[in-house]
């Protein structure tokens, strides 16, 4: 508590006398806080401790900032975030802090949320990464049983959504090629509910594969004593092939 404390003293400090701080709102501060969010992501991913503990003090620090700010506005405190949320823990936990079943607790909480809002859609934040804002939509669409009932049917609908880009295409404009690409998207986020996978991780994982083999591409093609723009086609997805073996290989090494 006592480095808490410190870290509080800090950022009053850092408010009232450096520039840069002091400039700062909520809205300006948005980047940063996903900025860390992710760099956060990155650093669990690494598997390294003292990166972990760096990006989590990163993000602690965009929690104080905003807490700094509201209690300049006369809005709130970091002791009034802490203790909402301390309060918010345990009456989501009463099989912990009281008697109840966890099943029943779960059950109960999510009944009591769907209570509170107009629209089961309500509280799926616009700003979360398009993959995963549409998987939770689809999450909360399926509670009222507004979902595929067999795996066929996804695929079906991906060659239906396939089709129609095609036509989009046919047609020649850019507001209809992109309505459908959409709608492929969300056919594909389906298909990754529907088989328990995370499609925002996926995503980030065939990103990390894509990056590490372009990368090995790059470093052969040095190798050879060329540039991947001096290549043709053909030669770079003779690479791209040995990348992909390159890449299974090391993950079995791993």
Same mark, same amino acid.
């Given at each position: 508590?006592?480095?808490?404390?410190?870290?509080?003293?800090?950022?009053?400090?850092?408010?009232?006398?450096?520039?840069?701080?002091?400039?700062?709102?909520?809205?300006?501060?948005?980047?940063?806080?996903?900025?860390?969010?992710?760099?956060?992501?990155?650093?669990?991913?690494?598997?390294?401790?003292?990166?972990?503990?760096?990006?989590?003090?990163?993000?602690? *620090?965009?929690?104080?900032?905003? +807490? /700094?700010?509201?209690?300049? =506005?006369? &809005?709130?405190?970091?002791? !009034?975030?802490? $203790?909402?949320?301390?309060?918010?823990?345990?009456?989501?936990?009463?099989?912990?802090?009281?008697?109840?079943?966890?099943?029943?607790?779960?059950?109960?909480?999510?009944?009591?949320?769907?209570?509170?809002?107009?629209?089961?859609?309500?509280?799926?934040?616009?700003? *979360?990464?398009?993959?995963?804002? +549409? /998987?939770?939509?689809?999450? =909360?669409? &399926?509670?009222?049983?507004? !979902?595929?009932? $067999?795996?066929?049917?996804?695929?079906?609908?991906?060659?239906?959504?396939?089709?129609?880009?095609?036509?989009?295409?046919?047609?020649?404009?850019?507001?209809?090629?992109?309505?459908?690409?959409?709608?492929?998207?969300?056919?594909?986020?389906?298909?990754?509910?529907? *088989?328990?996978?995370?499609?925002?991780?996926?995503?980030?994982?065939?990103?990390?594969?894509?990056?590490?083999?372009?990368?090995?591409?790059?470093?052969?093609?040095?190798?050879?004593?060329?540039?991947?723009?001096?290549?043709?086609?053909?030669?770079?997805?003779?690479?791209?092939?040995?990348?992909?073996?390159?890449?299974?290989?090391?993950?079995?090494?791993?």
């Amino acid at each position: 508590m006592e480095a808490f404390d410190e870290l509080l003293r800090i950022m009053e400090e850092l408010r009232r006398n450096c520039p840069w701080d002091r400039a700062q709102t909520h809205e300006s501060l948005k980047r940063y806080l996903i900025e860390e969010s992710y760099e956060l992501v990155d650093a669990i991913d690494s598997a390294d401790d003292s990166k972990l503990k760096e990006e989590l003090g990163d993000l602690l *620090l965009q929690v104080v900032f905003h +807490s /700094q700010i509201a209690k300049e =506005r006369g &809005s709130f405190s970091i002791e !009034d975030v802490i $203790r909402e949320l301390n309060k918010k823990l345990v009456d989501r936990h009463p099989h912990v802090f009281g008697c109840e079943r966890a099943e029943e607790v779960l059950k109960e909480w999510e009944e009591r949320k769907l209570k509170s809002r107009d629209s089961l859609l309500d509280g799926v934040p616009r700003s *979360l990464p398009a993959l995963m804002r +549409s /998987q939770k939509l689809q999450d =909360r669409a &399926s509670l009222v049983g507004f !979902d595929f009932e $067999r795996i066929e049917q996804v695929f079906e609908k991906i060659d239906e959504e396939l089709k129609e880009l095609r036509e989009a295409m046919a047609i020649g404009t850019k507001e209809a090629v992109e309505h459908e690409v959409g709608d492929l998207l969300t056919a594909t986020v389906e298909l990754a509910r529907f *088989l328990g996978i995370d499609a925002e991780l996926a995503l980030q994982k065939a990103n990390s594969r894509f990056e590490k083999r372009f990368r090995y591409m790059e470093r052969s093609a040095k190798g050879m004593g060329k540039s991947l723009r001096e290549m043709t086609l053909e030669e770079m997805e003779s690479l791209w092939l040995k990348a992909k073996e390159y890449d299974y290989k090391d993950d079995e090494g791993s």
